[in-house]
């Protein structure tokens, strides 16, 4: 009897009955390249060597697994290397996505469909028009909702088996230990370094393996950090964070659309090796990819004894001030008036002076009109070309910056400057809806 009968007979067999399935791995000596395949028969079947008349060697391993979902990761079962085994780590595993974003919707759209059995989900965002050029999770019928919502609905069409659990909240010192501690590896999709820091340290503290992306502009990287398996920890490669500024965020910065994908691929790639046990996981690596040049270099990373949360004498043994340790501070509070009273201002045709103070970048993709481009960084040099006699609005694309900017100037002795809350953002949405939002 051959391979395909076979198969035709676990089809029927399947059809016409509702009980749950034995499956068992098998030896078929020279019927299929590797030797080895599957063959599922029924659990109030004495022998399958008289179903399928083959020389069956059997060691039947009860699962969870229904026919249609033996069906559905054939190709995974039909790999001598991974098989049922594999499969069923697969489902018995829980996966906590930090951020279901760029590297989220690659990392959860993979996951599910490989047969995760319970992805965890946070991110307290909604689905903007400027997530589509890359957050493959969301189509244009998203923009508006709940990211959780939007992802929990497109990953139950990709795979109706998997359990999500949705927080729609940040991942705060207050809440990561108790988040994370009901799974069993943790996928760090975040885009700011107080969130990559606390993941990090919750993952060692709780010994589970966090599986690192990050990406900004053409370049990103992936590491498995588990100092429980050998490996370093995020801190040993980076004790300090970068001065603030220093390194833009996706927002600022930009990213190619793509990149994520590819960076998000390689973290469902790494969490399915850890998880069953297969090849050899980043532990120990950094996997760096240019885009522009698709050069991949792999480098290896040395634990660091010194390390202050899985070196040899940690000092920090709980959350701390991520934010501070990141130097983040809070917005400074300036004096600040809303986009519609600066509209009103300009309709009225006061005498006023408007300052962009974002990237010459955002400025060709969206400005208001009449506003003098002077990004942050230039703005202490630049000053001289702000006039002193008239009120000075700042603005860049959310407030923000913009805040700080105001500080500066009054630090430089502007008496009349105030800052556009909202930015460039609010401006399009409550002013002009001409001005594009990104
Ligand atoms: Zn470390």
Redesign the pocket.
Known sequence: MGQDHAKRVFRERARSSTDRMVVSEAAYPGSIPGGRTFVVGWRHTRTLRGVFNLPVQCHSIMTDFSTAELQRYSRHLAMPEFGLKSQQALKSARVLCIGVGGLGSPVTMYLAAAGIGCLGLVDADVVEVSNLQRQILFSEDDVGRSKLEAAKERLFGINPYLEVRCYAERFTAANAMSLAADYDLIIDGTDNFPTRYLSNDVA?WLKKPNIYGSILRFEGQVSVFA?HLGG??Y??MSPQPPKPGLVPSCAEGGVLGVLPGLIGTMQALEAIKVITGIGQPLVGKLLHVDTLGLRFRTFNLR??PD?P???EKPTIHEPIDYDGFCGITEVPKVPSVSVQELHTVRQLGSPHFLLDVREPEEYAVASIEGATLIPLGELSARSAEIPQNVPVYVHCKLGGRSAKAVALLQNLGFAHVTNVSGGIAAWSESVDAGVPRY
Do not use: I, L, N
Request: hydrophobic share 15%.
């Open positions: 060692v100092p370093p920890c801190r040993c634990r660091d390390c949360v899985c070196g």
